[in-house]
C-alpha cells in the first residue's frame, strides 16, 4: 500500500529513483518533506514520471504553471506528487516560445483537467491529450491570448469583445 | 429495509410553529459578533491609512488634508465593503469598529451608500 | 428528422444547474436511457481569482482565496495563511490553531449537512433535504455567533485567528453538537434503511478501489471507495497534529457508501471538536507577520470538506505573491463522474454528479471577462436567437422544435 509509507521513507525513495537516474538531474530538497528535481529537457518527463508510477509513489496532486517572465524567457512546469506529508516536485523548463510537453494522460487519466487547464491558461502545447478542448475560458476567448502569463494584458479582451459586438451588428 | 423513514419528522412537524424565522415582519435576533458597517472614531484615528491600504474591497479611503492640524478626511463606500473585518484588524488606534454595526443596508439607489466623515482640524495655538 | 445512421443522441446538460444549483456543463452522449459518452465544461463561474491574487497583497488576497467558495471558504484562508505562515517562519499561537480547527470542523459539518440535503434532493427525497438543512441551520448559528458571519466567516489573519472562543460559545457548541449527533444518527438510519432512497442509492455510480485510485479521485469520494486519503492523516497541520482524526471508509464505492461516509465524518467531526474544546490551549490567538514575505516557494495541502486542497505559493520578497496556485478537490473528482456516469441510467446522472459534492466555483477560478460592448442589455428574440445558435455550434439543432 503506498499510502502506508512514512514521509520519510517516501523522500529517501523518491530520492533514490529520481536523482540517481542513469542521466544527471538537479535535486534540492527545500524542506524537509519536499523534493525538487529539476529537470534537463522535457522529453525526461515521461520516464520519471513512470518511474515515480512503478514505485507507486504517490499520486498526481496538481501541476502548477509558473512563468518566470518574458525577460527570463521560460515557462516552469512543476508536476506535484504527493505522499503522506511528502511533496515531491519534477520540475520542468521549457521555453516560453516554443512551449511543449508531452502529455501524461495515458500514465495518469486523472491528469487530463489539469493539462488542459495549462494548455489554455500558460498556452502549453500538451502532446497526446485526448481531449484538447478549453475547459475553464470561454468559447470566443481570444486565440493566442494566455491569461495566466506574466504579460497579459486584459485590455487585449477589451479590443477583441469590442471588434465581435462592432462585426455582430454589421450583420 | 424499511419505508418511510422520514415520515415521523414529517407528520410531527404539522403541528409544530415553523422553523423559519418571519423576517423583516418579526425583528431579527443578531449575534453581537456580527459584523455591520464601519464605525469610525476621528477622535484616536491618526490618519495612518493602513486600514485602506490592507482593504480587500478598496472600500477606504483616507485623505489627509493638513498633516500638522490631524485633519484627515475618511470615505467609506459600504457599496463595496465586504465587511471582512481586516480594517478592524489593521488598525492600530482601534479607531474602527465593525462590531454591532447598522447591517439592514439595502437601499434602492446606490447614493447612500459613499460615507464621509471629516476629522475637524486642531486648532494650533501660535506659541509666539 | 431524418433517421440517422447510428441511434445516438446527445444530451446537453447545464450550463444551468445540471445538479446543484451552480453552472456547468455536460454533452451526454445517449443509447436509449443509457449514457454511453460524457463530456465536461467548466468556466461559468470563472472569476480569475488565480490572476488577482498576483497583483493585491497578501493580506487583500487572503479574503479574496476565501471567496472561492462560500461553502468551504475557512479552508481556503487557512491553508493560504499557513502556506504564508510557512514562507514567513512564523509560529502560530496554539490557541489560534485549535480554533482554526473548531472553525474548520464546524464547516465540514455544515458542508456535509449541505451535501446531504442536496443529494437527498437530487434522489427526489425532498424530506430527508429540507430536514437535515433545517439541522444545518444550527451550525450556520454557531458559525455566526462565533465570528459574525454565516458564510465567508473571515476568522483567519496572517498569524492567527480574530477571534476568541468564549466560555458561552463553547457552552453553546457543545449543546448543539449533542442535538446534531443524535440528529446525525437518524439521518445515517435513513439513508442506510429506507427502500425507496436505497434504490437510488445502492449500486449506483460504483467506482472501485483501482478506478479511484487511476482517476485521482480525493477526499470522501475516494474514501467510499476505500481509498484511505486524508490530509489530516496523511500530512497533519495546525491543531490535527496533536489531535489525531480517524479516517472512516468504505469498501462499496457506491452512491450509498458515499452518503454513509459523510455521515460518519460527521460523527468524527463532533468527537475532534469535543476533544479540542475539552483542552482549548491558553494563551494569544495572533502574531505579527511581517507585510514582505521572504522568496520562497511553499505547497501546503488541507483537508478541506470535498477532500484535498492544494495550495502552492511563490513569494518573490515582496509584500504581493508572485504565484499562488489553487487546485481544488472537485476539479480531481470531475474525472470520475465522467467516467461513472457512462453505463447508467440517464436519470441517475445527476445523482452521480452530486454523489462527489462538486462545487463550481471551487473549480472554476481563474479569468474574468469584463464585457464593456456598451449595448443595453439582449431582447428576448436575441437572447433566444443566440441559444439557437450556441447549440447549433456545439451539434445540436434546436430549431424546429422551436415553437412560435
Known sequence: MPTSMTTAEAITLATDVLVNWVWPVEAAPPAPDRLDVTLKEPKELIPMVTALRVQRLGYLSAITGLDLGPEDGRLEILYQFCVAAAVITIRVPIPREDATIQSLTDLIPGAEPYERELSEMFGVTVVGMRNPLRLY????????????????DP??????????????AED | MKFGMMFKDVSGALFKKPFTENYPAEPTETPDRLRGSLVWDPDSCTG???CARDCPAMAIEIEVIDKKAKHYQMTYHIDRCTFCGQCVESCNQGSLVMEGGEWELASLSREPFTEVGERPPLVVEETE | MQPQKTEQFTVPIGPQHPALKEPSSFLISVDGEVVTNAIVRLGYAHRGIEKATESRTYVQNLYLLERICGICSHIHGTAFAMGVERLAGVEVPPRAQAIRLIIAELERIHSHMLWLGVGAHQGGFDALFMFSWRDRETVMDLLESISGNRVNYSANVLGGVKFDLTAAHIGDILKALDYLEERTHHYLKVVTTDASFLQRTRGIGTMTRHQAEVLGAIGPTARASGVLRDVRIEAPYGAYVDHPVTTITDDRGDLEARFAVRIKELFESYRLIREVLDDLPPGDIKTRVKRKIP????????????????????SDGTDIPSRVKVRTPTICNMTSVVKLAVGHQLADVPMILAGIDPCFSCNDRMVRVNRNNGSDGWTWEQLRQHGIEYYKQRSQDYDPLVVG
Not at chain 1, 155 to 168: F, P, R, T
Not at chain 3, 295 to 313: C, D, N, Q, T
Open chain 2, 48 to 50: 495612518c491609512g493602513l
Open chain 3, 295 to 314: 522568496e520562497g516557494e511553499a505547497a501546503f495541502r488541507v483537508e478541506a470538506p470535498r477532500g484535498e486542497l492544494f495550495y502552492f505559493i511563490k
Open chain 1, 137 to 152: 475560458l470561454p468559447d470566443d476567448w481570444p486565440e493566442g491570448v494566455y491569461p495566466l502569463r506574466k504579460d497579459f
Open chain 1, 155 to 168: 485590455s487585449v479582451l477589451h479590443n477583441h469583445h469590442k471588434e465581435q459586438s462592432d462585426a455582430a
